[in-house]
């Protein structure tokens, strides 16, 4: 797995767009460590720009209350800590997206959690297609409302089929 | 005045980093986006409370047919 490029807030900001995506990668993987300055949990996640034509299934537990459900609004919504929960805390999360230069369907897996002053702790799981046959050249985070507070980080990674020298592929 | 949200650019191909104000048409679509969501999250909520009302209502009904609570349990779980 290699580091194409990580982003750590200096002044907190709505939007996270990673463009100009290298295309000699197989899979991509993006890690992420953020925080909601709002009262909302919630961020979008865009692939080329575009928060369409993505269909989701997910898994949410949180104290009280797990549930699941299919998402049917058409973009790909997940999880992060908000403004009133522990201090300085971030999510811990991660998102793979195999064969991202292909000119299939692309599938997604997602995971997050956070924590909420030692009463709440929560999870989310998600998996999305995304329905473009489209190379994936950009991969964008866009809070709903507010912004993603100073010190949130995104890092970009990719995976390269045989590149560790071990697996041949033909 | 609000200051108009901001979007960070990380250029992959170069590794330069810039910060813009979000367009109109940003701001239009994450509206969009926001209010698609909350609408589906009210009508998920909202299908929940119902079926929580309707396992009451029909607890209440068991229970008045003279089913005890674990002879209930039993028989939904």
Known sequence: MELIESKTLGTAAASIEFTSIPQDGTDLVALYSIRATADTDTFNFKLNGSSSNFTQRYLRAEVGSVNSAARSDDDFVTSMPKSGFTANTFSNGSLYIPNYTSSSNKSISEDTVSENNATDGRLKINAALWSNSAAITSMTFEAFTGNFATGSTISLYKITKGSDGIVTTS | ?77
């Open chain 2, 1 to 77: 005045m609000t200051d108009t949200p901001t979007k960070v650019i990380v250029d992959c191909a170069t590794g330069e980093s810039t910060t813009v104000p979000l367009t109109a048409e940003e701001l239009a679509q994450r509206e969009t986006d926001r209010l698609a969501y909350e609408a589906q999250e009210a009508e998920r909520k909202a299908a929940e409370e119902a079926k929580e009302t309707a396992k009451a209502s029909a607890n209440a009904k068991l229970k008045a047919l003279g089913l005890t609570d674990s002879e209930i349990a039993a028989i939904t779980a």
